[in-house]
């Protein structure tokens, strides 16, 4: 992917999305429990973004919440169909996570790091390149 191409991060009903141009600066995936209860999943995906390459678009309703690690994780759903699109951090000024699986398969972009492996599902693998962190 080029740093002109642009990729479109839509919620379910496709009133919130957010327009990336070029290629995430990471791709994570977190296994905490605050993800895994935000998306009703074993654990979330992101990519994250510097700010100035993404263009967001529709009415999204946010949700903040104070982190294990204590900076303020600021979660942007859907008010239409409750999707989670996006979130800032604000040990991360300048940068918004878009989640991995509102690209609906167009990223092709693999995780490089896995977060909170100490809540990870022990049925969860993930090949030796992904950097691990407890």
């Known amino acids: 992917m080029t ?3 642009t990729r ?11 327009a990336c ?23 979330g995906t992101q990519a ?13 309703t946010p949700y903040t919440r104070i982190a294990d690690s204590g900076h303020a994780l600021t979660f942007h759903f859907c ?16 940068f918004i996570g878009i989640a991995l699986g509102t690209f609906a398969g167009a990223a092709t972009w693999t995780p490089s790091f896995s977060v909170y492996e100490c809540h990870k ?8 390149s992904i950097e691990g962190s407890g």
């Open 3 to 5: 740093a002109s191409s």
């Open 8 to 18: 479109n991060a839509v919620c379910l009903c496709g009133q919130l999305s957010a």
């Open 21 to 43: 141009v070029g290629d995430p600066v990471r791709v994570s995936v977190c296994h905490c429990t605050a993800c895994q209860r935000r998306t009703g999943s074993a654990f």
């Open 48 to 60: 994250r973004f510097p700010a100035s390459s993404v263009t967001l678009s529709g009415a999204a």
């Open 79 to 94: 008010p239409v169909c409750g999707s989670s699109v996006y979130y800032t951090n604000d040990a991360l000024p300048g």
């Open 121 to 128: 599902h022990p049925w969860v693998e993930f090949p030796d």
